[in-house]
C-alpha cells in the first residue's frame, strides 16, 4: 500500500503571488496531516519562488508525520537543510526559468556534486532520496552513491498523449521500479499524478510513497484542502 506525501508548494504560491500572510502552507500541513497525509513535502527553490525559509523552519516544529525537503544539491540549500534536519530530503533538478521540475536528476552527470550532498545530509542522520528518470543506469548510480530511496519521475506517464503510450510509460515504471527494489533502494513516485491518472501507479508493486502536489491543491480550490487530501488516499490504498 503506497503512502501519501503531500506537496503544499502552491499553497505557497497562492500566498507570494501577493506577497502576503495568507493562505499559510504550515497551516495547509495541519490539515493535510489531519486528513491522511502520511508525509508533508515542500520544495524550497533558490528562487524562493514559493516556499520561504520561515516555512520550512516552522514545518519541522509542527508536522507530526515525515517531513520531505525536496531540494537542489547545491550549497546554500544544503546549508539550510542541515539546520532544519526534516526526515527526508530528495535531490531534485532545478532550472530558474522552468515552471516545474522537468525531469530527474542526473546523478551519473553529476555525481561529484551529488555525492557531497548526500554524504552531508546522512551526515546528519537526514534519510536522502534522489528523483531520478526510471532509467536503470541512473537507479544503478543512485545505489552506488549510497541513497537510501529514489523517486521515479512519473511525467511522461503523466504527459502520455494515448493509450499506447501510456502503458509503454507505465511498463518503463514497473521495470525500473523492480529494479530499484532489487537494488536495496526504497521506492517512490511522483510527478504530474493526478485523481484520474494515479491508481494505476498505486498499483505497482513495492512503491512506498506517492508524492502528490498541484493535483491536490487544485481540486481543493473547489472542495477543499481536507477533502482533496482523503479523495486522493482512498485512491491510493
Not at 13 to 31: K, M, N, S
Amino acid at each position: 500500500m503506497a503512502q501519501l506525501g503531500v506537496n503544499i508548494d502552491h499553497i505557497a504560491t497562492i500566498r507570494q503571488a501577493r506577497r502576503t500572510y495568507e493562505p499559510d502552507p504550515v497551516w495547509g500541513a495541519v490539515i493535510s496531516e489531519l486528513s491522511g497525509a502520511d508525509t508533508i513535502t515542500v520544495h524550497l527553490r533558490e528562487d524562493r519562488r514559493h516556499i520561504q525559509d520561515r516555512d520550512v523552519f516552522t514545518l519541522k516544529e509542527t508536522v507530526q508525520v515525515k517531513l520531505n525537503l525536496e531540494m537542489a544539491a547545491e550549497e546554500e540549500i544544503t546549508a539550510i537543510a542541515l539546520k532544519v534536519v526534516p526526515d527526508q530530503c530528495t535531490l531534485v533538478p532545478e532550472k530558474r526559468e522552468e515552471v516545474t521540475t522537468e525531469g530527474g536528476l542526473d546523478v551519473i552527470t553529476h555525481r561529484d556534486r551529488v555525492k557531497r550532498c548526500v554524504d552531508q545530509l546522512q551526515s546528519a542522520g537526514i534519510e536522502v532520496s534522489l528523483f531520478i528518470d526510471p532509467d536503470e543506469h541512473q537507479i544503478e548510480a543512485s545505489r552506488e552513491l549510497g541513497a537510501e530511496a529514489v523517486e521515479l519521475h512519473t511525467g511522461r506517464y503523466a504527459d502520455a498523449e494515448n493509450q499506447k503510450a501510456r502503458k509503454a510509460e507505465l511498463d518503463q515504471l514497473y521495470r525500473a521500479g523492480e529494479m530499484a527494489l532489487n537494488s536495496g533502494l526504497l521506492l517512490h513516485m511522483g510527478h504530474g499524478l493526478t485523481y484520474r491518472n494515479v491508481v494505476p501507479v498505486a498499483e505497482i508493486p513495492g512503491v512506498g510513497e506517492l508524492n502528490i502536489g498541484h493535483s491536490i491543491i487544485a481540486r481543493a480550490v473547489f472542495v477543499g484542502l481536507e477533502q482533496a487530501v482523503r479523495e486522493m488516499k482512498e485512491l491510493i490504498v
